[in-house]
């Protein structure tokens, strides 16, 4: 359907077991401040797109009647910030205490990456296109 090739993902829900941990995480780690807040959710702004931290006993509402993973399955995707420079944002990342799961690493494909996990397993990814001297 062609109209779907002009919409943008407005609002991704994660769900997390301690929302005050996970509102902390994103508050330190990616210094943003509460777009909204009630007591089972707290949203962040990045960009055009909102995140939003949802307590898990809430998410079975919305998602009946499939049931919320732990965390504990595994990882199921990633969120990838373009950021300019990996390694400065990784040292960014390690004074705000984030431990980074990879990197950084150039990819073959020609894009530096690092990435990390939030209280709630959910896997943030930043990275740069290298340049053509980076990847010689």
Known sequence: MALWNKL???V???FVVDLQQAKSFYQEVFGLPVFFEDPNSAVFQFGNMLINLLVETAAHELIEPQVVARRESGARFQFTIGVENVDAACEELRKRGVDL???PMDRPWGIRTASFADPGGHIWEIAHRLSKT???
Do not use: K, R
């Open 8 to 10: 943008n993902v407005d």
């Open 12 to 14: 991704i829900t994660l």
């Open 101 to 103: 799961l990879n990197g």
């Open 134 to 136: 980076e990847n010689a």
